[in-house]
């Protein structure tokens, strides 16, 4: 179960300690040619900085491809990869050999195989995502040759929620906020936030909105392959997640049917439009035509920088000291993270799409 | 994309007006003895029924099964199924032949394939969901006998919420209320809300909770097939489902690390338990032993009982006349729906998991 | 695992003497117009007549759709059908509840599930390839449209083996012969020996062979969903099936590869071709749009109308007598099967192929 | 569809002259401690040498597991492993980059994929079994602790073919041979086709035969996952695979059902046995117990050391000079590959097969 998607499909390795994570990208359609800068661009903006909400850890994220591209093109081979683990202090983590962190996986790896690999949360650590952004990043650029921009930010962390939809924000230069949050004010008052809860060892939660914009209508299967299940499958599956929704928010829900209908009409060019958009571009599980977007929710992550009282597999007390580098709030590198799974998931749609018709 | 689940796998078919929807249930273990008056019992409550909430189609919903099952046991061959469409007037629906409602699959449907079976909603019709019915029923049963229990119920219809958590709700008799709301003075409220709804032709959306109890550690596999993404998938294919989240709900991601980290303890028989449970019974993808608690969100429905502005697949306006028989509030209905879905999900990962080890 | 192909899936349920085999046909592209006197027509060929080799079962094999297609066209949604069991015996096999058939699945079920419907054969029966031929029926009339056409006819019976390539014999009309074999001389000699066995209450076994022409190149996938893999596991999954080779067969394997190169040359309208074709029309496990050949071995099967000696579920000796009907040679049946299992492999390649470039 | 299996998964990459090929082996039950030592022996048995029937490309094979494993222990975690491509040398196949070498990949992979990586076959080539062999080598040695034993063998090359049953040869030491053939007297006749055939620049071709001991009842999936159905599947997908049957081969298929039912008995222990084994340890896709025995049947390829004449993808005539170093007889070599093949798929079968029970 360590593979994503159906055509486009991307298997993954890797633990956080061990010599490399990596992965294999089969079903990437023959004749692509990939921008390896743009590629390495993307990966260097999941990498842990030294933004305000950020661990310490460095690592190039170098993605070394092994396969299915020739001469710069893609050949419809399998795509191998592995990115090193270069920066690993595993002697951090020794303490964690017998005693399982509190909301973490340690336990329940245990409950499952009956031993994990402790070093750094193992395969559980966020570390694995990286393989997720070269399968994602690869994506995004076929999707972007096919007209299709996909673009994630930071909507709320903590208590600071930004009020505006997706539409009343400028989303061209995310990056520029450390936060990636395209408010300047929410952003401002979101570091305040997490400087603070750093101050204090402590972690914050918060929310990542995603807009995507040029998918034509057809896209996604009815029934148990809808494309917000795809989506919500891809979403949740991200360390931390909590929760999605889509168009219409767990906010709006109190609206009334003949309020949120999204009425149909011809634009001047003859394409089929909505004048609203409660359906977040998907209608019965099929794209509409429209903008899709969608909200995740990520909670504060348990690694904590203060002592924290816990089990050990014995079963007697242990108190964990802080050790490791971590991030106060995993809400920025999950934007990337965001972006990457959801170009897989509308790559792997519009593959799958081909075969809807004779 | 018609079949749920890895090992115990449900594909159904099946349109709102043709002569029956149904299915296969394919990896059923051997040797389990159905008890078929339950299993009617459960079909009969996604029927359309007289309730305040409900739409006045009837059916029987009798489950016609053809293979599978001999002298009451399954054999682990599959059981195929059938459950004919009775009360089928397609005359209601020709207005719709050349139209699309607003956010209906009608345009989708006619995006992606070319056509449409325009009766009644065709494959996107609530109809469908018989057939989940069944094959969550049967999935129900097994759990049960394994100890582990699923509770769902309406928490919020409208604007109006249940401010308690699942533990503060006594969750044995949840049908008694037409609403499958557990508490009294909200059930009223939703009561009139939806009443009121319906008097002016409209609808309402609203959540449901749901509860899943003795649940062993060890379930869900980690990164792409974690049990929360097979759960949020499961949930996103019901037919207007808008949201998911578990645990910690997007309404607690305000919270900080330290306040909603999970201790761990002992309990006096040994095992190994969580003071709290924002974790929602889930860690790293896997379960950890505690209760499994999230929330699925579901839209007002765009079926008004009121005139309806729309174009043409001819680009022309029309005005759509109310037709057919609609719920004005789907969320009860809702709820054994979401139960039948997570009782698949959870015997999936049930069975996944006997391959875990060695 | 009662599905077959990955885009266009067939899954199959149903026992000989239960009340209906069916199945479900997933993926079918939207948009095509069956011709269902051709498709009854395919059913009857499979169906026990009265032919010389034949059982003496006799069932309308009538098909009936309940879903996926609207006013005569698929829709793209899953196509449910059921065939129902009218002609059930279930007398005549009492004595095989606590007893095991040679060389047949009772004792294998029982050792898997525990249990088994030992009617008939249950699930093992080869009534179950009506379903199959449904599956395969739709198939064959799609990839007719597209130019593809398949051809299987009965290559050996016993001992005698029609000498010619395929390319020697006339394949238009090979449901002439009752066991059809397209030459008359060997068809005589094979007629010979089934009635032979019958008169001995005994059985025969075969070889098929089939053709698919008009297969462009660039079907199936390289490494592990070669087309001939793809192809053998169909074969390899009907009943009685023991053997497969395509191209060159296991008798041509002392041949050099000096002999055996296909020597590639440019035909007249351009087009690429070999002047042999040892590879049977499959090169690197991709079609090379030469024909597709192969042959698929039976078995003589077991159900033999002699008494047999066996053992019981308990252990002590039994002889069972003979009871039911039963084919004394059930190669000229399998024909039909071996062309339904290959259309599905085509089709759901071909649908595959659909993603193979940008 | 570089993936092999359904819970024991094996999806490889790599080009024969890229930078390495490897795979990521995922379902890999945790707990088991693999014998590198037998690992690294088990890949050497593949590798070209300078046996008589080898090439003289020369590599270590070494494989560098990067995961899934920890402190020598499976982890059930992804295994992720690489295999250097030590010896590569490109400048010998300059001349295939707009040629297509008759019965090779060269035409269809350009016809399916619009482009191809020429240099020494590409994924085509059989350097991708490498990768194979790390899959099958840890299922081979989970298999063994499980009493599970599979041998194959050298039973025919070019005409010269082994008279005896696998049960009349002693198959403890089959490669003390260079030719992996366990009977002394065919081994120097076949030596000696071996030598003549590299000798004129030709090939020869053959048929490895494989025993599969200790499997016990209970193993594959009736219908469409056979464990027939698998092993053919898993056959013909190895390069150069042109047939595959299993117990009663192509050449017995003229014997009567009387003769060749196995008629079970109980065995002193209790056990139910078979006293004669024409079912292959197979019956209705079910392992009985017994033996598993099939054969493979494998071409001479025709990667020949002479002058090739073929047509360049511009139409015009080319003669191709032998270069690369190549096989006279593949077949010694594919013996270690159908054992990994084989252990993959019946660990698969394995697992599967621990849910068809409640």
Redesign the interface.
């Known amino acids: ?4 998607g ?2 486009y ?1 991307l ?5 956080s300690h ?7 990208i ?2 990437c ?4 040619r990939p921008d390896f800068d743009e590629l390495a661009r993307q990966m260097a903006r999941r990498r842990p900085g030294s933004g305000a909400a950020a661990s310490h850890r460095r690592e190039a994220d170098g993605v ?1 491809f ?3 591209i ?1 001469e710069g ?1 893609t ?6 990869f ?1 990115i090193a683990n270069s920066d690993v202090r595993s002697a951090d983590y020794t303490q964690l050999r017998d005693a ?1 962190r ?8 245990d ?7 402790y070093r750094g949360g ?3 650590s966020a570390r ?1 995502t990286a393989a997720r952004m070269a399968g994602g990043a690869l994506a995004m650029q ?1 999707l972007r ?1 096919n007209g299709i921009i996909i673009t994630a930010y930071t909507s ?1 962390i ?2 600071i929620k930004l009020p505006q939809s997706y539409r009343q924000l400028s989303l061209a230069d995310v990056d520029s906020c450390v936060l990636r949050c395209p408010d300047a004010t929410a952003a401002t008052a979101m570091l305040h936030a997490v400087e603070q ?1 750093r101050a ?8 990542v909105s995603c807009v995507i914009r040029g998918v034509s ?10 494309l ?10 991200i ?1 931390a ?11 709006d ?6 309020e ?7 634009a001047p060019d ?1 394409s ?1 439009c ?1 004048r609203t958009n ?3 571009g ?8 429209e903008d899709i977007y969608f ?1 995740v ?8 920088m ?1 002592p ?4 050990g597999s014995d ?1 007697l007390p242990v108190t964990l000291e802080p050790a490791g580098r971590h991030d106060a709030c995993v809400v920025p590198r999950a934007v990337p993270v965001v972006e990457a799974m959801a170009a897989m998931t509308i790559l792997d749609a519009l ?8």
Not at 11 to 15: I, K, L, Y
Not at 75 to 80: A, C, L, R
Not at 228 to 237: D, H, K, R
């Open positions: 179960m360590n593979t994503f159906h055509i499909r298997t993954t390795f890797g633990e061990g010599p490399a994570v990596g992965g294999i089969d079903g359609p023959a004749g692509f070394q092994l396969s299915g020739f093109v050949t419809g081979t399998p795509i191998g592995v399982w509190p909301s973490h996986a340690d336990y329940t790896y409950a499952k195989y009956g031993l994990r690999d193992g395969r559980a694995e076929i040759a709320q903590a208590a809860a204090d060892g402590d972690t914050l939660g918060g929310v209508a057809g896209l996604g299967e009815p029934v148990f392959g809808k917000q299940a795809m989506l919500a499958s891809a979403m949740l599956g360390p997640a909590k929760g999605f929704d889509y168009g219409m928010s767990f906010d829900i109190d609206r009334r049917g003949s949120v209908a999204d009425i149909f009409y011809n003859g089929v909505t409660h359906s977040g998907i209608q019965g599980g099929i794209s509409n035509g909200r929710a990520f909670k504060p992550v348990a690694t904590l203060q924290v009282e816990t089990i079963g593959l799958i799409n081909r075969c809807a018709r004779l």
